[in-house]
């Protein structure tokens, strides 16, 4: 579970802008701050369009059509101070957009104006946040909770729980929402029965994995691209496992 974590947070790739050419900037923001903030917007993710740059047949530092999208933006404020949206970017391929329309990314004053060109290329996390697909990735042992005969329904334990995963019913102690359980243990040390009548444990082998996307790939996507990259780490190890074998050999 964790190397999966992992494989999403470092290798599944996304789209980021990565290069930044300013035509014009006479905002107060100098150019790479700018670039910076570009970088960080999340982009829609073609993954099936595009390769990653070290990968692709062009051997270009520039990159070509399958290594790179550009992007470019062209505002001036002509009547009086306003914000920049990342929805006024304009892409050439219309798969690589904001995934938001909604973030903003400078200020500009009357007559200032912001002209740039952008490009966006396929990357890694392990190189960079931005190109993390998800904002939050995490797993936990699935909770398993007993509750023994010698419970006296005293409901102590359904106070102490900061989730609320128990409830207290006429004359018993039910399981609400098994899944919000932390395993954090406060329900045991807050049993009046010695020792005591709940016992919290966990399922082998199950698991509650959390990923939340950028917008980049769907959910689906990265798991099902991590698993593949996954694989394919292994088979690579156990390739060279054999190497070494058959060198003492
Ligand atoms: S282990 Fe913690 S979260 Fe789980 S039921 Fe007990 S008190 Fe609640
Ligand atoms: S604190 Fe212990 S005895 Fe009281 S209701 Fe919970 S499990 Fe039962
Ligand atoms: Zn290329």
New binding site residues.
């Given amino acids: 579970m964790n190397a999966l974590r992992r494989v999403i947070v470092s290798e599944v790739p996304c789209m980021a802008i990565d290069e930044v050419v300013f035509l014009e900037n006479s905002s107060v923001m100098q150019d790479e701050i700018i670039a910076h903030r570009l970088g960080l917007v999340p982009l829609k993710t073609d993954l099936d369009s595009y390769n990653l740059p070290e990968d692709c047949t062009c051997k270009s530092e520039f990159g070509c059509n399958l290594c790179r999208a550009t992007l470019t933006l062209d505002v001036e404020a002509k009547e009086g101070t306003r914000p920049v949206y990342s929805g006024e970017l304009t892409s050439e391929n219309k798969e690589t957009m904001p995934v938001s329309d909604k973030i903003p990314l400078v200020k500009l004053a009357k007559e200032q104006r912001l002209k740039l060109e952008a490009y966006a290329r396929l990357g890694k996390g392990k190189d960079h946040a931005k190109w993390q697909p998800v904002s939050m990735c995490a797993y936990k042992y699935y909770p398993k909770i007993e ?2 005969k ?9 106070d ?1 729980c900061p989730k609320k995963v ?1 409830a ?1 019913k006429e004359d018993q ?1 039910e399981i609400q929402n098994l899944e919000a359980c932390n395993l954090c243990q406060d ?1 045991v040390a ?4 010695k020792p ?3 016992k919290i444990g966990w399922e082998e082998n199950t698991f509650i994995f959390s990923l939340e996307s950028t917008g980049a790939l769907t959910p689906e996507r990265i798991m099902s691209e991590a698993v593949k990259t996954l694989d394919k780490q292994i088979k690579e190890f156990e390739s060279q496992i054999k190497v070494k074998k058959s060198e003492e050999t």
């Fill in positions: 509750i023994s010698k419970c006296d329904n005293c409901a102590k334990c359904v102490a128990l207290k102690i329900c807050a049993c009046t029965e005591p009548a709940i």
